[in-house]
């Protein structure tokens, strides 16, 4: 095989190159701390899929949700969901994720290994955070391990409020101030907390196939999951397809070459 570099030169690598952007990012998502990473894994994942995109879970988290939200009736032919045990089965389940052009998104759960090998292999690293001083504390943390591993590449990381209560307390308040200080990026969507979500894993099915008396405020949940998806890049829109199939090989062929 030629080398990275020189394959870099073809003119038609070059010419796919300028439509680099319209890729679908591997998004992994995880914290050292339980903060509602499988919520927001399976929420942008049914925004994908509710355009008609393939969508890949790869579930790495240590309590199986998205696994077990994939045995629960209801789950859109365009999402797969794929259990993963090791570090060393992560590679090749995004590498199959890419080449069926799935939006790729990893619970990374909270094993530092898993969110270390994750965060390598992503191009978009989510770090779930509630507003509470210990979710914070976890999330800076993970913030630090997950720097080291994504040093001197284009990933971009960022932390993502989760579960937000309506009311927020004084403390919550703090919190926010808190992570507004970091030089780490904040998403500028989060995810609110809504009995809309909880019902997903109660009863299978997403935000986009459930029923409003099965889960109250669906019309919200929607919108903030398009939303989010959105600001991810990972909504499906008509004419994008051919340069994200070219994107994706390219992105393939840097990850092997890597
Ligand atoms: N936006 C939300 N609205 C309502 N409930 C939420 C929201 N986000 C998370 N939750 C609830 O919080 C709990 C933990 O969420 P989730 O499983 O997504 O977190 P996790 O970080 O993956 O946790 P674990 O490490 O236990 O797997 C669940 O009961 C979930 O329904
Ligand atoms: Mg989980």
């Known amino acids: 095989m030629r080398p990275f570099a020189a394959r870099f ?23 050292v701390k339980s903060a509602g990473t499988s919520t927001l894994a399976l ?12 969508v890949l879970l790869i579930d790495a988290g240590n309590t199986r949700d998205l696994s077990t939200w994939a045995s629960k009736p209801g789950k859109p032919t365009q ?19 890419i080449e069926r052009r799935a939006v790729v998104i990893i ?8 969110l270390r090998a994750a965060a390598r292999l ?13 979710s914070a504390f976890a999330a800076s943390l993970t913030d630090e391990l997950l720097a080291n591993e994504v ?52 009863f299978g099915g997403t935000v986009f196939t ?10 919200r949940a929607q919108e903030e999951a398009k939303a989010m998806a959105a600001e991810l890049g990972v909504l499906h829109s008509p004419g994008s397809m051919l340069a994200s199939r070219i994107s994706h090989t390219i992105r393939l062929d840097r990850r092997e070459a890597a």
Request: with cysteine.
């Open 210 to 219: 459930l029923g409003e008396n099965t889960a109250p405020g669906l019309d």
């Open 79 to 97: 999402i797969e969901v794929a259990r993963c045990d090791k570090t060393t089965q992560l590679a090749g389940l995004v590498r199959e994720g």
């Open 122 to 134: 992503a191009d978009t690293v989510l770090i779930p955070l509630r507003f509470s001083p210990l």
């Open 151 to 202: 040093r001197g590449t284009k990933t971009r990381r960022c932390f993502v409020a989760s579960a937000i209560a309506q009311i927020p307390s004084r403390i919550a308040r703090a919190v926010e101030a808190e992570v507004e200080r970091s030089t780490t990026e904040r998403l500028p969507i989060g995810l609110a907390q809504r009995a809309a979500y909880e019902a997903t894993f109660m």
């Open 107 to 114: 619970d990374a759960g909270t094993r530092p290994d898993i």
């Open 9 to 31: 030169r073809t003119p038609q690598v070059r010419a796919a190159s300028s439509v680099h952007d319209a890729a679908f990012p591997v998004i992994s998502i995880g914290s």
């Open 43 to 54: 929420t942008i994942g049914s925004a994908s899929a509710s355009t008609r995109t393939p």
